[in-house]
């Protein structure tokens, strides 16, 4: 349901970030992205969720190729991917229900349906009795469970994250992987950058390896491979 085909990507700068990766990600899939920082996997995931265009190649997202996309159809592509990021990024004047619920309201659901929605996700990252908090008020690792919550608000068939652990600590991180891996097994796709080796290597999910901007390693049941 994701296929790059010899995707290369170039910043303007010159810097060659991707050179040249080919890869096949089928629905329900659970996918490390690993390799040393520098390598490219912050580009590979911004060319899943089309934060930034390949250079050269051709990305299908479920069946529709990025590239070609009719501008009508952006909004229908994205929000069929839910994006996950280290800093959390949550809208600092909202309460955490809002900030989940804004993500339906960019979308025009209906009304009712945003409630039910919203707070049902809110209950699948048991954040149901912080739903009036601002994100200032909340740990980390709840903040993150907040941007999981707004990422599968409307039910993406992916979910992109990249290094959705990496400011949290080794407690904290093993809940959020064990919400993805729950998020996993209802059926979406998680495509995830990471510098955890223990998770890494305990999960024991598929591992792609990029080095200075090629894909060295595809592995079913993988490890992380790096000694950092
Ligand atoms: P990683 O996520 O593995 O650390 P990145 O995808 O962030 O790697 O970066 C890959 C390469 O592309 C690096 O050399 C980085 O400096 C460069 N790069 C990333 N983003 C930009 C950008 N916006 N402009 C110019 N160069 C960039
Ligand atoms: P009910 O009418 O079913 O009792 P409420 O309207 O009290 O439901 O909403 C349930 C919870 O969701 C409340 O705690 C409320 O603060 C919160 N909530 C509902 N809508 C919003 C909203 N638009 N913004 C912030 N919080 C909301």
């Known amino acids: 349901m994701i296929e790059m085909q010899d995707v290369w990507k170039t910043y303007p700068d010159g810097s060659h970030a991707l050179k040249g990766i080919s890869v096949k990600v089928d629905q329900s899939d659970f996918l490390y992205v690993v390799g040393p920082s520098g390598a490219g996997k912050s580009t590979f995931m911004k060319l ?7 250079t050269k190649g051709t990305i299908f997202v479920n069946g529709f190729n990025l590239e070609k996309l009719k501008q009508r159809k952006i909004p229908f592509v994205r929000r069929n991917i839910g994006v996950i990021f280290q ?14 619920a804004f993500a339906m309201e960019v979308i025009e659901a209906p009304k009712k349906l945003i409630k039910k929605r ?4 809110l209950e699948l990252v048991r954040l149901k009795d912080k739903i009036n908090s601002l994100p200032t008020q909340l740990s980390g690792g709840e903040q993150q469970r907040v941007a999981i919550a707004r990422a599968i608000v409307n039910s993406p068939s992916v979910i992109v994250a990249d290094e959705p652990t990496g400011n949290l600590d ?7 992987m ?16 990471t510098h955890n080796k223990e998770i890494v290597n305990t999960m024991r999910k598929r591992v792609l390896a990029i080095e200075s901007g090629r894909l060295v390693r595809d592995e079913v049941r993988g490890d992380y491979g790096y000694e950092d």
Request: glycine content about 4%; cysteine-free.
């Open 48 to 54: 899943i969720y089309r934060e930034e265009r390949p």
């Open 87 to 100: 800093d959390f990024r949550l809208l600092p004047k909202l309460t955490v229900y809002e900030n989940v």
């Open 118 to 121: 919203t707070l049902e996700v």
């Open 170 to 176: 080794p407690d904290t991180s093993w809940g959020i």
């Open 178 to 193: 064990k919400l993805m891996e729950e998020i996993n097994f209802r059926g979406t796709t998680i495509i995830m950058a």
